[in-house]
């Protein structure tokens, strides 16, 4: 079976330090990837997508970017953190074009 | 106006009652529905997907779709305090050749015993 494995689960960070999320699928090849993220009381916002190793597309602008240099995983990454950046980072995946999306666990990041 | 519309709640009921969520939605290029259920501080899991109109059953959640009105819903026979948690409506159309997930707000369930 599938499983979608995401970390850290709970991170702390001054504003202006880097990021680094990291997710990584298994029991399936060539999956479309995605991170959202989830701010307090409001939707689901669509960050980045991937359909293959190496192509990233962006929903929204931002100071964030995501990088997908094996086929099974996804990293999402900031430079330069903001306190507008905090909030809940949720990791995706789908078999295909077609199909539903199954989230990871989370990650909760405060900026302070 | 939003592309999908979720009461937020939210809702308290007792336990063993039916529980009826909705979401209406603009754009009738949405081909896949989906409903998800967030427990506090977890990622949402899937509930259940369907891509036609009308009623899609797995044990005691029903999913409808109505895609002439633009209307889904889940229904919750006996629910639970179990059952208490956010619940995501999803609606996908293909898009670049992947899934575009547009999710409504969520509605907050509280299912008291």
């Known amino acids: 079976s599938q499983t979608i494995h995401q970390w850290p689960a709970t991170l702390v960070q001054p504003v202006g330090s880097p990021l680094s999320l990291e997710c990584t699928v298994e029991g399936t090849s060539n999956p479309n990837l995605y991170w959202y993220r989830q701010a307090a009381g409001r939707g689901l916002q669509l960050l980045f997508y991937?359909?293959?190793?190496?192509?990233i597309s962006s929903e929204v602008p931002q100071n964030l970017s995501a990088s997908r240099p094996q086929d099974r995983q996804f990293i999402l990454s900031s430079k330069k953190l903001l306190l507008s950046d905090s909030g809940f980072y949720l990791c995706?995946?789908?078999?295909?074009?077609?199909?539903?999306?199954?989230f990871g666990e989370g990650s909760w990041l405060t900026v302070v | 106006q939003k592309e999908v519309e979720q009461d937020p709640g939210p809702l308290s009921v007792p336990e063993g009652a039916i529980v009826s969520l909705n979401c209406t939605y603009s754009?009738?290029?949405?081909?896949?529905f989906m409903w998800y259920r967030q427990y506090s501080r977890k990622g949402p899991e899937l509930l259940m997907y369907?891509?036609?109109?009308g009623n899609k059953e797995d044990g005691r959640f029903t999913a409808q779709v109505d895609k002439s009105s633009k209307y889904i819903s889940l229904f919750i026979r006996d629910s639970q305090p179990s059952d208490s948690a956010t619940y995501l409506c999803?609606?996908?159309?293909?898009?670049?050749?992947?899934?575009?997930?547009?999710f409504g707000a969520g509605t907050r369930l509280a299912v008291h015993p």
């Open positions: 369907t891509y036609s109109s």
């Open positions: 991937s359909v293959g190793i190496g192509q």
């Open positions: 995706a995946w789908s078999p295909g074009v077609g199909n539903t999306i199954y």
């Open positions: 754009n009738s290029a949405f081909q896949y």
């Open positions: 999803a609606m996908s159309s293909l898009s670049g050749g992947y899934n575009k997930l547009i």
